[in-house]
Structures are given as structure tokens and as C-alpha cells.
Antibody
Framework: QVQLVESGGGLVTPGGSLRLSCAAS????????MSWVRQAPGKGLEWVSH????????TYTDSVKGRFTISRDNAENSLYLQMNSLRADDTAVYYC??????????????WGKGTTVTVSS | SSDLTQPLSVSVALGQTARIICEGD??????VHWYQRKPGQAPVVVIY???NRPSGIPERFSGSNSGNTATLTISGAQAGDEADYYC??????????FGGGTKLTVL
């Protein structure tokens, strides 16, 4: 069945780095755009980043631009999020999500269970 | 850019109809998607592109989009529908945009 499994979360001090991974299975990974979405404690969902199927285009929410990098390895059916210069307000559950695309419209049709990132000293 | 506004909470009696709104300037020009998130679980899309229901989502979930308001309607709400609901659009400037979320309580 279609499945996304995130890993790589943990506790990190402010200014530190983490690399999140998302392993995809049950579908042709290289056919789909992918996104990262996060949810901070007590807050709502926040879209973080998006990558096209061939990695030709990436985009980020303003608060992570210059600090986070999304990438993918289609041969390994994997999505990544390199997070640098982490701040306390990056603390959240990070979800990997498959993107359904139609012209310029996108939504997340499959989600992983999430991995927790805590930024604290 | 798109700012989406949702009520913080909506309550509905068991078996009655719940309506959750998502407001945004000219939202009718966007495709609106709705997600359900239960505690400890990943979000699930319940309506995509305004009014389409994915396979496996009960028929009691429906959606509409007109003017400055998109609406998620749950007809005959059940206890298992208690969750947080989020609307989402894709904006060419700000990319993915979620509403603030609405907590649905079934009484």
C-alpha cells in the first residue's frame, strides 16, 4: 500500500542542524511532487517546502528560506529536508506528504505519520 | 497572497449537520482542499478541489466554494468526526497556504 515513513527527528540545540528523511513505497515516487508540512505544538498546519518530481524546482515558506533545503533521490524513493540554523520556533512535528498536482493547483493526498523535531537548549 | 480564516471551533449535535467555513479574498478563484486531523494521527484529505471526495471518505462529507467563502459540510455528524479541520489552497506567490484550523466537537 502507499506509505510514507519519516525519520531523523530529535532534540537539537539552537543553531544546530538535522536532516529529515522520508521513505516512500507503494507508488512510483518519481512521478510525484513532494512536500514537507509541519505542526508546532498547539498550532495549526504549516506548509514548509515543495519539490517537483525531477527536482527542477523547489520552493519554501519565508521563515525557512536560506536555512532549509529540500531534496530527493528518485532512485532511492526518498525525500529529504536538511535543516540548518535551527531555532526554537522550528520545533514541530514534520510530515512528509505526496502532492497531487493539476495545472497550478496542488494538494497533499498522502501523508506520513510525522517525525518530531525539538529545538531547545 | 492568500490568507485563509477559519473559526477556532464549531460544535454540532450528534446526527446533525456541521458546516466549517474558510474565508479568503476571492477564494472562489482557487481550488480549496480540506484535511481532517485527529490527535496522534496524520492529516487525511477529506475534500479536494472544492467538492471532490477521495475514495474511502464517507458521503456525509461535502464541500462548496463561492464568493469569499469555502464550506466543508458534514451531514449527520458522528462522534468519530471529532477532529481538527484545515482548509488549504495553493497560491502562485506564497505556495502552500493553510487556514488556521477549526476544532469540531460533536455533542
Amino acid at each position: 500500500q502507499v506509505q510514507l515513513v519519516e525519520s531523523g527527528g530529535g532534540l537539537v540545540t539552537p543553531g544546530g542542524s538535522l536532516r529529515l528523511s522520508c521513505a516512500a513505497s507503494g507508488f512510483t515516487f518519481s512521478d510525484y511532487y513532494m512536500s514537507w508540512v509541519r505542526q508546532a505544538p498547539g498550532k495549526g498546519l504549516e506548509w514548509v517546502s515543495h519539490i517537483t518530481s525531477t527536482s527542477s524546482y523547489t520552493t519554501y515558506t519565508d521563515s525557512v528560506k536560506g536555512r532549509f533545503t529540500i531534496s530527493r533521490d528518485n532512485a532511492e524513493n526518498s525525500l529529504y529536508l536538511q535543516m540548518n540554523s535551527l531555532r526554537a520556533d522550528d520545533t514541530a512535528v514534520y510530515y512528509c506528504a505526496r502532492v497531487d498536482s493539476w495545472y497550478d493547483d496542488y494538494y497533499m493526498d498522502v501523508w506520513g505519520k510525522g517525525t518530531t523535531v525539538t529545538v531547545s537548549s | 497572497s492568500s490568507d485563509l480564516t477559519q473559526p477556532l471551533s464549531v460544535s454540532v449535535a450528534l446526527g446533525q449537520t456541521a458546516r466549517i467555513i474558510c474565508e479568503g479574498d476571492n477564494i472562489r478563484t482557487k481550488n480549496v482542499h480540506w484535511y481532517q486531523r485527529k490527535p496522534g494521527q496524520a492529516p487525511v484529505v477529506v475534500i479536494y478541489r472544492d467538492s471532490n471526495r477521495p475514495s474511502g471518505i464517507p458521503e456525509r462529507f461535502s464541500g462548496s466554494n463561492s464568493g469569499n467563502t469555502a464550506t466543508l459540510t458534514i451531514s449527520g455528524a458522528q462522534a468519530g468526526d471529532e477532529a481538527d479541520y484545515y482548509c488549504q489552497v495553493w497560491d502562485t506567490i506564497t505556495a502552500g497556504v493553510f487556514g488556521g484550523g477549526t476544532k469540531l466537537t460533536v455533542l
